[in-house]
């Protein structure tokens, strides 16, 4: 036999627990950024740039081997050790253009970062708006399912367990992907602040070799 819990007190209060849980994190200001970190939408070269300035050495893309080297030591493929021993190499055939194309290659990698960073950051707002979505949609089905066992007459009480039975399942398959896509974002979260320390720690080796 099918037991059935109260619906009213338990899956009602589960769901709205749910819509309110990533609300608590969400700044005031944005109502669609989940995150904890404070949500900055673009990065100023100038918060880890203090070294020569980058509209005076030229258009990074116009240096081919600058660019090049811009592009590798920004993606993330490219473990942080590995950068060093690339930008001596470019150092030392730079010659006395050696701080010039130095920037270049940082206004390359400034580029780079911003905007992938740009694009993760577009990414979890949207994946937040999806599980606002989802949130809501537990607590209907929440709603529906005590209303289901809660208001039907006695001609239909046969064919309440089926109905709300159904009317669970999918409740606990949606609350469960739900917890599971939380979970996640906390992790998709990290991502902007790995990227500005990305771009921060290959500022530092860049001016270092200026």
Do not use: H
Request: charged share 30%.
């Amino acid at each position: 036999m099918i037991r059935f819990v109260p619906v009213r007190s338990a899956l009602v209060l589960a769901s709205l627990a749910l819509l309110a849980a990533p609300a608590g994190a969400q700044p005031k200001s944005d109502p669609d950024w989940p995150c904890v970190q404070r949500k900055v939408t673009t990065l100023s070269p100038g918060t880890v740039w203090t070294g020569p300035d980058i509209a005076e050495a030229g258009p990074w893309g116009d240096d081919f081997e600058a660019a090049a080297l811009a592009q590798k030591i920004a993606s993330r493929r490219t473990e942080l050790s590995q950068v060093d021993p690339l930008l001596d190499d470019f150092a030392a055939k730079a010659g006395d253009e050696k701080a010039k194309r130095l920037t270049r290659v940082f206004a390359g990698v400034f580029e780079v970062v911003n905007g992938e960073r740009a694009r993760v950051m577009g990414g979890i707002t949207r994946y937040a708006q999806g599980q606002r979505r989802m949130a809501e949609r537990i607590r209907d089905e929440a709603d529906k399912i005590s209303a289901t066992k809660d208001g039907p007459s006695a001609s239909d009480a046969r064919e309440i367990p089926k109905e709300a039975s159904e009317l669970e399942n999918q409740f606990a398959w949606d609350r469960r992907i739900f917890t599971e896509r939380s979970q996640s974002l906390a992790y998709v979260c990290e991502v902007p602040t790995l990227l500005e320390q990305r771009l921060g720690e290959i500022a530092r080796k860049i001016q270092a070799r200026l």
